[in-house]
T-cell receptor, first 112, second 111 residues
Framework: DTEVTQTPKHLVMGMTNKKSLKCEQH?????MYWYKQKAKKPPELMFV???????INESVPSRFSPECPNSSLLNLHLHALQPEDSALYLC???????????FGSGTRLTVV | KNEVEQSPQNLTAQEGEFITINCSYS?????LHWLQQHPGGGIVSLFM???GKKKHGRLIATINIQEKHSSLHITASHPRDSAVYIC?????????????FGKGTKLSVKP
């Protein structure tokens, strides 16, 4: 298995909802990443997990809450989002320290 | 000045043409990645380079570490190659896994 699988592919949520994005890989990669991408912009790093521990939080608002329950799974919990949070959320993984990035196909999030 | 600069920003080509996209960077890197993103889609990793040249099908990527420059070439371009091509670099040590992205080159190949 050489893929990063993200679910759901599309999500529409209200500003009072709580939802979660899921990311899964079975390549044995020990670094996993969440990126946010707005239209026509490059991805922006949100969080990095290394060996299931949060190593980087790029000053992301607390309404985004990451979780890494095991080495294959990465979640992003969403609560009380704003319309400006609407974006493509990308997950990626890499063998820590040895490059070889693999990206998921993303979750297209719309906050209404 | 951005740490990763790509040129051109937009590129329109006729089917069959040879295409070159350039990437220059100003930081020390452990690797350079070329990525492809179709409209509304996720990102596909095309190449990871730390030296020399790599080829995959009609795609060729080169890197010159001394000049801090990389190129992505597409031979015999096809409309399905239409996408945004992104250059991204990975640093050293603790930042080795974190990518710095260029702004991308939007390629349109006309039939």
């Amino acid at each position: 298995d050489t893929e990063v699988t993200q679910t759901p592919k599309h999500l529409v949520m209200g500003m009072t909802n709580k939802k979660s994005l899921k990311c899964e890989q079975h390549m044995g990669h020990r670094a996993m990443y969440w990126y946010k991408q707005k239209a026509k912009k490059p991805p922006e790093l949100m969080f990095v997990y290394s060996y299931e521990k949060l190593s980087i939080n790029e000053s992301v608002p607390s309404r985004f809450s990451p979780e890494c329950p095991n080495s294959s799974l990465l979640n992003l919990h969403l609560h009380a989002l704003q319309p400006e949070d609407s974006a493509l959320y990308l997950c990626a993984s890499s063998p820590r320290g040895r490059g070889g990035y693999t990206f998921g196909s993303g979750t297209r999030l719309t906050v209404v | 000045k951005n740490e990763v600069e790509q040129s051109p920003q937009n590129l329109t080509a006729q089917e069959g043409e040879f295409i070159t996209i350039n990437c220059s960077y100003s930081v020390g890197i452990s690797a350079l990645h070329w990525l492809q993103q179709h409209p509304g889609g996720g990102i596909v990793s095309l190449f990871m380079l730390s030296s020399g040249k790599k080829k995959h099908g009609r795609l060729i990527a080169t890197i010159n570490i001394q000049e801090k420059h990389s190129s992505l070439h597409i031979t015999a371009s096809h409309p399905r190659d239409s996408a945004v091509y992104i250059c991204a670099v990975a640093g050293y040590g603790g930042s080795q896994g974190n990518l710095i992205f260029g702004k991308g080159t939007k390629l349109s190949v006309k039939p």
